[in-house]
T-cell receptor, first 114, second 114 residues
Framework: DSGVTQTPKHLITATGQRVTLRCSPR?????VYWYQQSLDQGLQFLIQ???????AKGNILERFSAQQFPDLHSELNLSSLELGDSALYFC?????????????FGPGTRLTVL | GNSVTQMEGPVTLSEEAFLTINCTYT??????LFWYVQYPGEGLQLLLK?????DKGSNKGFEATYRKETTSFHLEKGSVQVSDSAVYFC?????????????FGKGTKLTVNP
């Protein structure tokens, strides 16, 4: 158990809908990262927050957004969903701001868009 | 930009066989290098890391040496066990697009048979 929790575990929705994925980092960790894992694209970094502020951005679509709240939990919002958004979404956390810091991954949320 | 190339799988070995999974990278500057492991149905876990040239990372019998001259970070284990069956990801942390990010290879699935 990494100490990172993600909810929900599974999500099934329809095209055009909007969903919110939630992540609670390990106790004391200030950075939260979001990744998308799909068969064709592999594991792609989406975005990082450090202590409430956006720190780094990867291949995140404009339809996706994220935030980190004062209690350090984070939410990833996916809107106008398309079939191609079906994937596993992982959250990770680390103590510090650098991506070279050890990242601890949650179990993931599997999103299926029908 | 930064990238990681690792050998395509799947790799199937018998118990106690020697394992090598090749990983090469392209990066500007001096990245940190990682191997992560993903067991079925779980998130990624850090297996080992190396932060500078000639460093050797090791954990649970696995080893990898940061070779700057060949831009490689090959994963090795002398005697694999059935419990090592998992997907292994090589990754680097470095600056790309103005911020520090973790970039993953596509993963290599290892199956160890008794």
């Amino acid at each position: 158990d990494s100490g990172v929790t993600q909810t929900p575990k599974h999500l099934i929705t329809a095209t055009g809908q909007r969903v919110t994925l939630r992540c609670s980092p390990r106790s004391g960790d200030l950075s939260v990262y979001w990744y998308q894992q799909s068969l064709d694209q592999g594991l792609q970094f989406l975005i990082q927050y450090y202590n409430g502020e956006e720190r780094a951005k990867g291949n995140i679509l404009e339809r996706f957004s994220a935030q980190q709240f004062p209690d350090l939990h984070s939410e990833l919002n996916l809107s106008s969903l398309e079939l191609g958004d079906s994937a596993l979404y992982f959250c990770a956390s680390s103590a510090d701001r650098g991506s070279s810091d050890t990242q601890y991954f949650g179990p993931g949320t599997r999103l299926t868009v029908l | 930009g930064n990238s990681v190339t690792q050998m395509e799988g799947p790799v199937t070995l018998s118990e106690e066989a020697f394992l090598t999974i090749n990983c090469t990278y392209t990066a500007t500057g001096y990245p940190s290098l990682f191997w992560y492991v993903q067991y079925p149905g779980e998130g990624l876990q850090l297996l080992l890391k190396a932060t500078k040239a000639d460093d050797k990372g090791s954990n649970k019998g696995f080893e990898a040496t940061y070779r700057k001259e060949t831009t490689s970070f090959h994963l090795e284990k002398g005697s694999v066990q059935v419990s090592d069956s998992a997907v292994y990801f090589c990754a680097l942390s470095g600056y790309t697009g103005g911020s520090e990010k973790l970039v993953f290879g596509k993963g290599t699935k290892l199956t160890v048979n008794p």
